[in-house]
């Protein structure tokens, strides 16, 4: 079955960038919606950035003009780019896979997850 898995994670100060990835085993990057999502303890699955099979890329108002989305279909990856990180950025990032997805934001829309990459800013 499909296996996602995440890499980059890491603790930076605030100002600071990381760089996440997310390797996709079995079937194509490109075949599926992929998103970005993050997650407090107590809180709800948010949001972060989603990439299309066509390589458009929608963002959360919170790191629109911080973070980039991207992907390399040669290499079965997906990339989240953050900059300026603040310390609300704080969270375990998830990389997800979706068949179709009509609201992006939606973690219920996603078949597939990785096991997530604690990112720390302080």
Not at 63 to 69: E, S
Request: include cysteine.
């Amino acid at each position: 079955h499909v296996q996602l898995v995440e890499s980059g994670g890491g603790s930076v100060q605030a100002g600071g960038s990381l760089r996440l990835s997310c390797t996709v085993s079995i079937y194509s990057i490109g075949a599926y919606c992929m998103g970005w999502f993050r997650q407090d303890p107590g809180k709800e699955r948010e949001g972060v950035a989603s990439i299309d099979r066509g390589g458009s890329t929608t963002y959360a108002g919170s790191v629109k003009g911080r973070f980039t989305i991207s992907k390399d279909v040669a290499k079965n990856t997906l990339y989240l780019q953050m900059n300026s990180l603040k310390p609300e950025d704080t969270a375990m990032y998830y990389c997800a896979a979706g068949h179709s997805t009509m609201d992006w934001t939606r973690p219920s829309e996603y078949n597939y997850w990785g096991q997530g990459t604690q990112v720390t800013v302080s």
